[in-house]
């Protein structure tokens, strides 16, 4: 393939504009590309710390991406609906939706490959009847395809924006308000590639609706609407907003958050092992023309989080 160099990335190392074009890829594969001579320029391959021109076109020689072994296996699953296209899974936090890099199996799919034999074959090939996911810390409802046509049914949901996906999510307050809207320049970080951020100048349109549900000091529990899906967006919007969700180490740990004396054995995150997300509802139209709506309830470590709050309060 070959791109151009954008204007914003004249006079950026090779390894670095390679990094921004190639999100999906891990900066080690891209930089073992430019050691085997497959991204050149002018002809001429290029080092990783080769400064590129705005407006250099840059050719890549992108080689098909590893075999990853998609193996049935019993992993336990929250299996909340199924039929002969669509599959509904509460999934459970800590588990991982499809096999990659650093999570070769033990996934969600693996489990419903498993469980139910062949899904979809629309889309990447690593991932079969994966139509949304959901970062692995996070918990709650994932609806997934059993044949093309009910991948491609739920896909033109998803690209409409008319999946109804709320969130339960527990932040740290500092203010928020009672509602609002979020909407940003969605992009990959580019000091960190593991983060995202709002703050791009160029990226995808990211747009988050919430509702206090109630206040905890000094937490705030949150209903949230996702108008768009960008990868760790709730995430990266509340913590960019100055109200990170707690337990999420990866947006949040670079704040100080003062904490009333009678929390402070709980430690900063309340008990929790990850992010104070779930998932709580999904609804879609089924490619048989029936509106489908599954709820899930808070999950036992997040109401514990709560409960906690609340005695504080009480």
Known sequence: MVFTVPAEADGVRADRVLADQFPDE?????AVWIKDGRV???GRAVRPSTALGAGQAVE???PPPPTVELAPQPVPLDVVYADEAVIVVDKAAGLVVHPGAGNPDGTVLN???HRFGALSNVGAPERPGVVHRIDAGTSGLLVFARTDAAHQHLARQFAAHTIDRRYLA???DHGLADAGTIETTH???PHDRRRFTGRA????RAVTHWTVLERLPPCVWVEVRLETGRTHQIRVHFAEAGHPLVGDVTYGRRRRIERPPALRHLGFELGLARQAL???RLGFEHPDGRHLVFESPTPDDIAAALAALRGVGG
């Open 187 to 189: 992009a990959r970080d």
């Open 201 to 204: 100048d160029h990226g995808k």
């Open 26 to 30: 891990s900066r080690a594969r891209v």
């Open 111 to 113: 489990g419903l490959l």
């Open 278 to 280: 779930h998932a709580a």
């Open 170 to 172: 527990l932040a740290w």
């Open 40 to 42: 050149r320029v002018e």
């Open 60 to 62: 890549v020689d992108v």
